[in-house]
């Protein structure tokens, strides 16, 4: 896997981000130059027979699947879907654990 676990390339290739409020570390956190993606897998060689990330985004950004194929036209893809309530608890817990929540609980 790639030394980032999310890093988004595929969603926002060669774009300057500027997203705000609770999601906004998503700015530092993605790779959005080829170069960069690529050194991610360093560690890789030939004897790894599959190398991957973990971006979610990808499953919302119309223009991922076609950066996916242009770059990678062999890959093989694998989408983990949640339930949609355990995912909203985990985000929320997330939020919670690194103090960008403003409501104090879940249920509201």
Same mark, same amino acid.
């Given at each position: ?22 999601? %906004?570390?998503? +700015? ?10 690529? +050194? ?9 027979? %599959?190398?991957?990330? %973990?971006? %979610? ?13 242009? *770059? ?16 909203? *608890?985990?985000? *929320? ?16």
């Amino acid at each position: 896997m790639s030394s980032i676990k999310e890093p988004h390339f595929f969603a926002f290739e060669n774009q300057k981000l500027n997203f705000s409020g609770p999601g %906004a570390t998503i +700015n530092e956190s993605s790779v959005v130059d080829l170069q960069h993606y690529q +050194n991610l897998f360093d560690g890789a060689s030939e004897k790894h027979i %599959a190398r991957g990330e %973990a971006s %979610a985004l990808y499953l919302y950004i119309p223009d991922a699947p076609l950066r996916i194929k242009q *770059y990678v036209p062999q890959a093989k893809l694998i989408a983990i879907l949640r339930h949609p309530a355990d995912r909203a *608890y985990a985000s *929320y817990m997330q939020l919670m654990r690194d103090g960008r929540e403003p409501l104090e609980s879940f249920s509201k």
